[in-house]
């Protein structure tokens, strides 16, 4: 598969398989294709799709296949931002945020990848459950506003505002910890909670988080009488 991304703030990702190649995709991510692309709608086992349903993904993925020749197939980012392309490999895993996944080769495996301590997780909101990435393949990642990456070394850590983190190295651990005092928890307009991740790997974050823009408008939404 070849493949450019092209476009801002709104970019699309083009696709070019050859022939018998096959991509998998969320429901909705296509945007257009040739007409020799071959849909196929499937599960891949209870299992995996309970798993999709709790990473924020849809139960069902499509399959697209160029069958007969080459085809070319084209996905569009849902909101402003942009789509990264990732290498999956044995040991270059990526863990990435709720509904960031867009398409990526039929051999990346999604599974979910749930946080070491669950009650942290599940108070820190966006930071408890996200997906995994691995096998071996091209994976598209959407990331929300402007990307900033970081490469962290064993022990290093950042500490994130839950939601800007879209995407880390596989070899990154994660956790929430509470923002410290009461003064600052209730008056301070941060939350109660921070997502720390800690190297060796790197971080992706993004500056504009779909819930924080959705947040940023209500005060300007006319309210119904």
Do not use: H
């Not at 050859?18 to 499937?42: C, F, L, R």
């Not at 139960?59 to 085809?71: L, S």
Request: net charge negative; charged share 15%.
């Amino acid at each position: 598969m070849k493949y450019t991304i092209e476009g801002a703030p709104l970019p699309i990702v083009i696709c070019d398989l050859d022939a018998g190649e096959t991509m998998i995709t969320e429901k909705g991510a296509m945007s257009w294709m040739t007409p020799n692309m071959k849909m196929e709608t499937v599960g891949g086992g209870v299992g995996k799709m309970v798993g999709r349903m709790f990473s924020g993904e849809a139960m069902f993925q499509n399959r697209y296949t160029a069958e007969g020749g080459p085809g070319q197939i084209v996905y569009a980012s849902s909101f402003p931002g942009a789509i990264l392309a990732f290498e999956i490999s044995a040991g270059q895993e990526i863990i990435a945020q709720k509904s960031a996944f867009l398409a990526s080769a039929s051999t990346v495996e999604l599974s979910v990848a749930f946080q070491k301590k669950l009650a942290g997780g599940f108070f820190g909101g966006e930071g408890f459950i996200m997906q995994r990435l691995s096998g071996q393949g091209t994976a598209f990642l959407e990331i929300d506003g402007y990307v900033k990456e970081y490469d962290l070394q064993a022990g290093q850590s950042m500490i994130i505002d839950t939601g800007y983190l879209a995407a880390m190295s596989g070899s990154c651990t994660m956790d929430i910890t509470s923002v410290k005092g009461l003064k600052n928890k209730f008056l301070g307009g941060e939350g109660f909670f921070n997502t720390v991740v800690t190297g060796p790997g790197k971080i992706y974050l993004q500056s504009m988080p779909v819930n924080q823009m959705a947040s940023a408008l209500i005060p300007f939404m006319p309210s119904s009488r």
